[in-house]
């Protein structure tokens, strides 16, 4: 592969410290029990109706407090669902910077790639609704996980092939463990989640095989065909 040297100098080198989302600090009492019940009335109804039938109207009634409470702090509901996915967000990051291997270091960077696939699958497996409503729209390139999520798998490719475009591959690794994709394969096409995590496996030993050596032949000229009249001459 060809080396991409303008985007390896974007993020750190291998070895970097992850950051983390970080939990809110100096908050007033009264606020920060304003923001524990809100989180707790929104995890209660996403929960018993599904993100997408609850209003933020209904989480002020919920909470006790009021509609301009809940939009001042959390803007959106899209906002107010990511919220509460926090929690379990540090903890899954957690694991990858200090947990055991094979997520957590100590493992090889492919084992470890394939082992943060399969935990992201387990919490959509979930919460993956939850995490749609959270989605919406570029919702979730905008935020804090994806961002650990990016840099994460951006270091773990380069530790596995130096020459790689590593960024642009982590994209498009991560684009395959979307919330979206997640409800259709697993709600409306009703797959096992085992199979899910068999063809997550299935497609990173593909991308990236170990020691970096392309698992597919280069194509030459005479293979391609680049129109239907030049399909209809051979």
Not at 126 to 143: K, P, Q, T, W, Y
Not at 203 to 211: E, F, H, Q, T
């Amino acid at each position: 592969m060809a080396t991409h040297p303008d985007t390896h100098a974007q993020l750190p080198v291998s070895g970097a410290a992850l950051p983390v989302i970080e939990t809110d600090g100096g908050e007033r009492a009264d606020a920060a029990r304003n923001r524990a019940r809100i989180l707790a009335s929104a995890a209660r109804l996403f929960g018993e109706r599904g993100a997408n039938c609850v209003s933020m109207d209904d989480v002020a009634e919920a909470a006790g407090v009021g509609k301009g409470t809940v939009f001042r702090r959390f803007g959106s509901r899209a906002a107010l669902a990511q919220a509460v996915l926090s929690e379990q967000e540090r903890s899954f990051q957690e694991h990858i910077i200090r947990g055991a291997a094979p997520l957590g270091p100590g493992a090889p960077p492919r084992e470890r790639l394939i082992a943060f696939g399969e935990g992201v699958l387990d919490q959509l497996d979930r919460h993956a609704l939850l995490v749609a409503a959270a989605e919406v729209g570029g919702a979730r390139f905008l935020s804090a996980p994806y961002g650990v999520y990016r840099l994460h798998v951006t270091l773990l490719l380069r530790e596995i092939d130096p020459t790689c475009d590593a960024e642009m591959l982590a994209e498009m690794l991560l684009a395959a463990l979307g919330a979206d994709l997640f409800v259709y394969l697993r709600h409306l096409r009703s797959l096992p989640l085992e199979r899910l995590k068999s063809s997550w496996r299935e497609l990173v030993l593909r991308a990236v095989p170990d020691g970096g050596a392309s698992p597919l032949p280069a194509r030459s000229s005479a293979d391609h065909i680049s129109s239907p009249a030049a399909a209809r001459s051979t």
